[in-house]
């Protein structure tokens, strides 16, 4: 059974900072890439991260949060990462964990987990 965990979403202040962890299970976690999404209200879902499969050697990041947010993955820990740095009330959504592989025969397997909170507020 493929799981996706999101935790340390919260209320922070302007400015602030929070780093926000995928724990994927049930999935060869190494083999895919996991990406961040957000969802603000009335707004659709949008890419903010995402990294590549292994080593993660390569990253992508919207220019929304490119410079302020980094990810990052353990593969030994099945997690994935996101660290949110000088966080702006923009930046309040629902973040989603996602893990996308493309395989030989080129099917695309694609999981998401339940989201988390992140509300920048003073």
């Known amino acids: 059974q493929v799981q996706l965990v999101e935790s340390g979403g919260g209320l922070v202040q302007p400015g602030g900072s929070l780093r926000l962890s995928c724990a994927g299970s049930?999935?060869?976690?190494?083999?895919?890439?996991m990406g961040w999404f957000r969802q603000a209200p009335g707004k659709e879902r949008e890419l903010v991260a995402s990294?590549?499969?292994?080593?993660?050697?390569?990253?992508y990041y919207s220019d929304s949060v490119k410079g302020r947010f980094t990810t990052s993955r353990d593969n030994d820990k099945n997690t994935v990462y996101l660290q949110m740095t000088s966080l702006q009330p923009e930046d309040t959504a629902v973040y989603y964990c996602?893990?996308?592989?493309?395989?030989?025969?080129?099917?695309?397997?694609?999981?998401w987990g339940q989201g988390t909170q992140v509300t920048v507020s003073s």
């Open positions: 996602n893990a996308e592989v493309v395989d030989y025969f080129r099917r695309k397997y694609t999981y």
């Open positions: 049930g999935f060869t976690f190494s083999h895919y890439v």
């Open positions: 990294i590549s499969s292994g080593d993660g050697r390569t990253k």
